[in-house]
């Protein structure tokens, strides 16, 4: 965006802000095959994963709004919280432009550590999609997302796959890499290789110390990021879904998903 930083903001709690980023995100991820398909599962997956009853949704870092307008036409009101000014300023424009929905969002710039002060709730219902990964201590923000949770709430929770990241250093040949298990981003540029990506036993850990429940998980774009050559029409791009949508949810595929997809309930 013209005028804005062209590279990550790191805080003082060493996380990573995207101001500066709206347009690079939408171009590298959701106008891109694997941004495409990723939103495709969720949009199969969360129904089967969560239970719907128009409850208000808390969007967690909510970026470009995709999944706070995919929310708002199902008749849920959502808060949308992003930190970027950026992100968000993009987000409300897209949104806005949805006759139909505009009135169900409502937006706060505010990163996660902020939540208790924004939108404290109780919420039985709060998104956080590929945002753990971003955060210095991923672990203290489970614990700050699960103290917004209603009791029997649900949190609805996307991880970057460290194990997947691994694998897939392995198949473009950076072996040593992936021996040394030097898999994050080093927190500069414009890069989009996570600084904290997590595995499925970190996950199982910090949930029950927090007191929340695995009910779902399931595996996003669990070959889609193996391929050696790209789907390339719309037949293959449908044959992949199909499988991915197939194999998400069985083991042990779903394991090796780039992003990691949990149903979380808070114990009442």
Known sequence: MKGAKKAFELTPEGDRYFDGMADKFARSLYDAPRGALRLALLDALLPEMLTFDQQPVLDVGGGLGQQAAWFARRGHAVTLAEPSGDMLACAQREIEGQEAIKARVRYVQAPLQRLSQVAPGPWALITCHAVLEWLGDP??????????????????????????????????????????????????????TPISPLTHAQIEQWSGEVGLTLAHVAGIRIFQDYLREPAATQAQRSTLFALEKAYARVDPHWRLGRYLLYTLIKTA
């Open 139 to 192: 672990r203290a923000a489970l614990y700050q997302l699960s103290q917004r949770l209603a009791p029997g709430g649900q949190l609805s929770l996307m991880v970057f796959n460290r194990d997947a990241l691994r694998f897939s250093n392995v198949v473009k040949g950076n072996m040593h890499k992936a021996l040394s298990d030097e898999l994050e981003g080093l927190g500069k540029g414009q890069r989009l």
